[in-house]
């Protein structure tokens, strides 16, 4: 089973940039997508961005423009690049995986695969 982990997350003025990893224990390639979501408190987990096995980038509407995903299959390793930062992206943000069909196969059925969060706080 992969295990995903993230950093990178701390406080942050308004305005400040920060870049999260997720390092994960094999290779991100083998899953269709590797994701970022955050969760606010008191709010339900959204999805920040995407990026799949082949590169595609999806973006949450609201974000798109200050958040850049990006992955090195090398270092099996998904980031995210977060600029112009906002006291309303203060939030627990979680690193995600989804499985292709061939790893829900091989799995016996669908499965995700989450990390344990990293706080980013966006405050003066």
């Known amino acids: 089973q992969v295990q995903l982990v993230e950093s990178g997350g701390g406080l942050v003025q308004p305005g400040g940039s920060l870049r999260l990893s997720c390092a994960a224990s094999r290779s991100i390639f083998e899953f269709y997508s590797m994701n970022w979501y955050r969760q606010a408190p008191g709010k339900q987990r959204e999805l920040v961005a995407e990026?799949?096995?082949?590169?595609?980038?999806k973006y949450a509407h609201s974000l798109e423009g200050r958040f850049t995903i990006s992955g090195d299959n090398a270092k099996n390793t998904v980031y995210l690049q977060m600029n112009s930062l906002k006291p309303e992206d203060t939030a627990v943000y979680y690193c995600n995986a989804k499985p292709t069909s061939g790893l829900i196969l091989t799995a016996g059925g669908y499965f995700e695969v989450w990390g344990q969060g990293t706080l980013v706080t966006v405050s003066s």
């Open positions: 990026i799949t096995n082949g590169g595609t980038t």
